[in-house]
């Protein structure tokens, strides 16, 4: 098994920036593939992007050249680096660990508590 933790959600400005952390415990974490989704009320669970073996990367069109995903497998941690945020940027970020790397959601089995992103315009 593998627990999940993100940190570092807030609330900014339009235009800030904010960078996300994942802090894996329990088994190796360079073993997983690991991504980052992003949930709204009401609406289901948002592929961001992930990042496959620390060196393969893949975006949501999105955020793409705004959003850097990142990992230190020395430290068991994955790191979501956001920049010019927008209003609809708003949302829980949650990150996620599987053994296929995949957009979709329900491919993932371990997934971190969520922290909140609050974009002000």
């Known amino acids: 098994q593998v627990q999940l933790v993100e940190s570092g959600g807030g609330l900014v400005q339009a235009g800030d920036s904010l960078r996300l952390s994942c802090a894996a415990s329990?088994?190796?974490?360079?073993?997983?593939?690991m991504a980052w989704f992003r949930q709204t009320p009401g609406k289901e669970r948002e592929f961001v992007g992930f990042?496959?073996?620390?060196?393969?990367?893949y975006y949501a069109d999105f955020v793409k050249g705004r959003f850097t995903i990142s990992r230190d497998n020395a430290k068991n941690t994955m790191y979501l680096q956001m920049n010019s945020l927008k209003p609809e940027d708003t949302a829980v970020y949650y990150c996620?660990?599987?053994?296929?790397?995949?957009?979709?959601?329900?491919?993932?089995?371990?997934w971190g508590q969520g922290t909140q992103v609050t974009v002000s315009s």
């Open positions: 329990g088994r190796t974490f360079s073993g997983y593939h």
């Open positions: 990042n496959w073996g620390g060196s393969v990367t």
């Open positions: 996620a660990a599987g053994s296929s790397y995949s957009t979709k959601w329900y491919d993932y089995d371990y």
